[in-house]
């Protein structure tokens, strides 16, 4: 049997994740993840690729806003509803989209801490970003994800690859969503249509994997690991793959220790199961 085992969001694009022992489901993913993201003075994006130091910015939930605590203990409280009004376009890979600026002051405060001028924005209900339509319906949106609302996991995956490490990476290196027990390693690759609770998946991409999972999210230290052992053996088309992206259907609520329900596999990425 499936089951989910662990849940995550990362409610600032890049910054730490929060696990969750339950998660709702909204039309672009789960509540608050990834709905906040760091820009630079363009505009654009910025995540650990280019700014490792991203890694030791933690982030908790609280009643009615996040918190983000520095390595060095210096924290910030930011409100799930922004108190500025002022919209702006904002540029993640190849997307653009309408964001609104946060706040002078936890623009100040990131600039400071990071030591690079940029500014938190937060993406509105009505700011509707569609996923690739290479690969889902038009109607199906995320936040500020990398492309997709989810990503996917099995434990049976990260083990096999520590088993080849001579130093065992965490879970978080990944950044998934779901993370699940149960099946073999990289049965993730399999999944087509399942369901958990109420909610309807469909594995539609694997995720290609970058320099950002050699970054230690304890410390910020890159490292060649894991891509080197990875593109040993999950190397396609010059590019590492491990996880599956994840689109949806309906509204609700999962938890740790739900079962997933396959309803069907698809075999077109076989040849990369050990």
Not at 129 to 149: C, H, K, L, M, N
């Amino acid at each position: 049997m499936l089951q989910v085992s662990e849940l995550f969001i990362y409610p600032i694009k890049s910054l730490g994740g929060i696990a969750l022992n339950k998660a709702v489901v909204t039309e672009r993913g789960f509540e608050h993840d990834r709905r906040w993201m760091l820009v630079d003075k363009n505009n654009r994006f910025l995540s650990q690729r280019e700014v490792a130091e991203m890694a030791l910015l933690k982030v908790d939930l609280k009643d009615s806003c996040l918190q983000v605590t520095y390595a060095t203990g210096e924290n910030i409280l930011i409100p799930f509803e922004p108190l500025a009004h002022e919209t702006c376009q904002v540029v993640i890979w190849d997307d653009t989209c309408t964001a609104i600026y946060v706040s002078n002051l936890v623009d100040e405060w990131f600039t400071k801490i990071l030591g690079i001028p940029c500014r938190l924005v937060y993406m509105p209900d009505n700011s509707k970003r569609q996923v690739d339509e290479g690969y889902a319906p038009i109607g199906q949106i995320t936040s500020f994800s990398d492309a997709y609302p989810f990503m996917i996991i099995g434990q049976a995956t990260l083990d096999d690859l520590n088993n080849r490490l001579a130093e065992a990476l965490p879970m978080d290196r990944f950044r998934p969503n779901i993370v699940f027990t149960g099946g073999k390693a990289f049965e993730e690759d399999l999944l087509d249509n399942f369901t958990i609770g109420n909610i309807r998946f469909n594995g539609v991409k694997l995720c290609a994997r970058c320099i950002l999972t050699t970054i230690n999210q304890d410390n910020a230290v890159k490292a060649k690991e894991p891509l080197k052992t990875l593109a040993g053996y999950r190397r396609k088309d010059n590019k590492i793959y491990f996880g599956q992206n994840l689109i949806h259907v309906g509204n609700g609520i999962i938890k740790v220790g739900d079962a997933i329900g396959v309803i069907n596999y698809h075999y077109n990425n076989e040849k990369f199961l050990v």
